[in-house]
Nanobody, 122 residues
């Protein structure tokens, strides 16, 4: 399994930006698909973005054009650049690895990080 540790969360005003990072132990190059999920209070965990080892990406419609996912297999890191943040982006954000089919569904995730909180105020 891959051990995942997120960082970069915090509080920001609407329209601002945050950059989340995920440090992975082990060889992320062998992880076909990695991604980010989020969970707001009282809601289920939803997929935000995913990226396969070849760089192909998949985004939720709610973040397209605002968020960018990237990975550096040499440094074993996964990054989520979040721009034009909205209050509805407020959630705990989780790094995920080994996502079967690279689909944005939490039922297909094998490895999870502990999460990092993102709060966007209006």
């Amino acid at each position: 399994q891959v051990q995942l540790v997120e960082s970069g969360g915090g509080s920001v005003e609407a329209g601002g930006s945050l950059r989340l990072s995920c440090a992975a132990s082990g060889n992320t190059a062998s992880s076909y698909c990695m991604g980010w999920f989020r969970q707001a209070p009282g809601k289920g965990r939803e997929g935000v973005a995913a990226i396969d080892r070849y760089g192909s990406t998949n985004y939720a419609d709610t973040v397209k054009g605002r968020f960018t996912i990237s990975r550096d297999n040499a440094k074993n890191t996964l990054t989520l650049q979040m721009n034009s943040l909205k209050p509805e982006d407020t959630a705990m954000y989780y790094c995920a690895a080994e996502i079967w089919g690279c689909v944005l569904s939490d039922r297909y995730v094998r490895d999870w990080g502990q999460g990092t909180q993102v709060t966007v105020s209006s």
